[in-house]
């Protein structure tokens, strides 16, 4: 089961500032603050993220609409993470705490639904609680083995210790460069 932002992908895609509204950054931090908590599990949607955006900006609320798809476009991929979840070396699922414009705008722009079996978004499931994504993973995968061959791959340690103690396997992601060097340890090769 693999993260997404910070494990697949640089996750500060939304940082970009566009031409002519140096203030973007200061007011996206803003807003999250305020509403990603809500976002992430569905209780706030797209729209009112980029009205917010929008009036601490002074943008148009389809100007922030078309900056945070264009955002979403020009994501940066970690070629070695990438590269392996692109292999689909065994069946996988991304299990990851992202709003609606995850699904609305990354989704099928990267080819996730073909990349992955499953993809479990905090948003739809309505929690942002990692091992209760990972868990609704491996019940869509028809996963009914041990948990501990069912690995989580994420950038946050707590992350990866919470689903370590309920019985999983985890991969603390430290950076591209460290997971090519772990990969053989984690593909289980010499």
């Known amino acids: 089961m693999w993260d997404f932002g910070d494990t697949l992908v640089d996750e500060r895609w939304m940082r970009r500032v566009p031409d002519g509204f140096p203030r973007w950054e200061e007011a996206w931090s803003k807003v999250m603050a305020d509403m990603a908590d809500g976002w992430n599990i569905g209780l706030v949607h797209a729209d009112q993220v980029y009205d917010a955006v929008a009036e601490r900006t002074g943008m148009t609320r389809q100007g922030v609409e ?25 069946p996988q699922a991304i299990v990851t705490v992202n709003p609606d414009m995850f699904a609305d705008h990354i989704v ?32 869509r995968l028809g996963f009914r083995g041990d948990r501990s061959r069912a690995m989580l791959i994420d950038n946050r340690l707590d992350l990866v210790d919470a689903w370590t103690a309920v019985g999983g396997a985890g991969y603390w992601f430290r950076g591209d460069d460290a997971f090519e060097r772990d990969l053989p340890a984690i593909l289980g090769r010499p």
């Open 66 to 90: 078309a900056h945070a798809r264009a955002c979403c476009q020009q994501l940066e991929l970690n070629p070695t993470a990438w590269r392996v979840a692109s292999e689909r070396r065994m």
């Open 108 to 139: 099928g722009s990267y080819g996730l639904d073909a990349m992955f079996d499953e993809i479990v978004m905090s948003f739809a499931e309505g929690t942002a609680d990692k091992s209760a994504l990972c868990s609704r993973a491996l019940e």
